[in-house]
Each structure stands twice: as C-alpha cells, then as structure tokens.
C-alpha cells in the first residue's frame, strides 16, 4: 500500500545534527513532491518547506521562512527515500517532524499520505 | 501564531453535531481551496477533507465541510467517541506557503 516510513526517534545533544529519513513506497515516487511538517511538543502543525521529486528536476528545495541555514531536504531517489537534516540543534527544534506526500487534489493540493513521524529531542 | 485561526477547544455529546470554524485572510482562504486533518491522539495527522468540502475515500459522511469567503467550517454530525483528535485548517498561501491553522480539540463528553 502508499506508505512513507520514518526512521526512529533521535536524541542528541546541542549542536549536533541529525538526519531523518523518510521511505515512500507503493507509488511512483517521483509524481509527488515531499513536504516537511513540524510539531512542537503541544503545539500545531508548521509547514517547513517542500522538495522536487520530479526525475525531470529533482531536488530544488524550497524552506519556510524561520526554516533556512541549517535545515535541508534532499533525495537519495535510487532508494525512494528523502531526508531532512538539520545541524546545530538548538533546544527549540525539540519536535515531532513528519514528512508528507502532496498531491492535486479537487481545485488545490492536499497532503493525503504522512510519515508516522520521526521524534528528534535535543537536550543536554 | 498561526496564520488561520481556530478556536482552541470544542466539545460535544454523542450523537451531537458540532461545527469548528477556520478564519483566515484573502491571500489564503479567500483565494484557494481549504483542506482539514484529523490527528487522533499520538498519530500522525490524516487528510479527512479536502478542496473545501470533498471527502477522501474511507471518511464517513458524518463530516462535511465549506468554505464561505475567507473563512471554512468543518461540521461533525453523529458525533462519536472515536472523533476525539485535533482538527487543523489548511490553505495555500499567495505567499507561496502551505499555512495551518492553530488546531482545535474536540472532546466528546
């Protein structure tokens, strides 16, 4: 079936990094642009951004304002799969990150399938 | 602060119908259509309607929604326990942006 997975939860220190993944499966991968949805502990969903996943174009990201520097999105399209890393964590990016498929949808796009989510904890 | 507003909280009875508004501006929901997410309790959120008021495959007519100039309503009817999640607002943003509203919480008494 459609799916995207997620890889596990992370913990890690101020400053480090980490890199989430994110496998799609049961479409053709490069029909849909994948997005990026951050969840602060308690809070709402914040759309971080989005990446080409078109064979024509792949790659060619576009962030969110609040989301430049040190957070990017790539694709390993060999393997389906596209990652967010973010460097120099900071206590505030403490947060569920899901990624979603986009697709057209009536009139407009809609996300129809979501990652499980990935949890990074940054903490000391 | 999101960019939609929803009120925080909703609640009802079972069998009850409750409607939760979603506020925005001409740049969002004025222009393009609204979608809704469930997220039920520690899950990842679902698409439950979409173009303002389409339902998925699989999403019980029990939910509906509409959208009247720039602002959209997500109605329950037949309202169960298992409808207890956070619903969000959703719209492109003539800014180039996906914006979210804050997300409201129903609780079924």
């Known amino acids: 079936q459609v799916q995207l997975v997620q890889s596990g939860s992370e913990l890690k220190l101020p400053g480090a990094s980490v890199k989430v993944s994110c496998k799609a499966s049961?479409?053709?991968?490069?029909?849909?642009?994948m997005n990026w949805v951050r969840q602060a502990p308690g809070q709402g969903l914040q759309w971080m951004g989005w990446?080409?996943?078109?064979?024509?174009?792949?790659?060619?990201?576009t962030y969110v304002q609040g989301f430049t520097g040190r957070f990017v999105f790539s694709l390993d399209t060999s393997v389906t799969t596209a990652y967010l890393q973010i460097s120099s964590l900071k206590a505030e990016d403490t947060a569920m990150y899901y990624c979603?498929?986009?697709?057209?949808?009536?009139?407009?796009?809609?996300?129809?399938?979501w990652g499980q989510g990935t949890m990074v904890t940054v903490s000391s | 602060q999101s960019v939609l507003t929803q009120p925080p909280s909703a609640s009802g009875t079972p069998g009850q119908r409750v409607t939760i508004s979603c506020s925005g501006s001409?740049?969002?929901?004025?222009?393009?259509?609204v979608n809704w997410y469930q997220q039920l309790p520690g899950a990842a959120p679902k698409l439950l309607i979409y173009?303002?008021?389409q339902r998925p495959s699989g999403v019980p007519d029990r939910f509906s929604g509409s959208k009247s100039g720039t602002s959209a309503s997500l109605a329950i009817s037949g309202l169960q326990s298992e409808d207890e999640a956070d619903y969000y607002c959703?719209?492109?943003?003539?800014?180039?942006?996906?914006?979210f509203g804050g997300g409201t919480k129903l609780t079924v008494l």
């Open positions: 001409s740049s969002n929901i004025g222009s393009n259509t």
């Open positions: 049961g479409y053709t991968f490069s029909s849909y642009s």
């Open positions: 173009s303002n008021n």
């Open positions: 959703a719209a492109w943003d003539d800014s180039l942006n996906w914006v």
């Open positions: 990446i080409s996943t078109n064979t024509g174009n792949p790659g060619n990201p």
């Open positions: 979603a498929r986009a697709v057209p949808y009536g009139d407009g796009d809609a996300f129809d399938i």
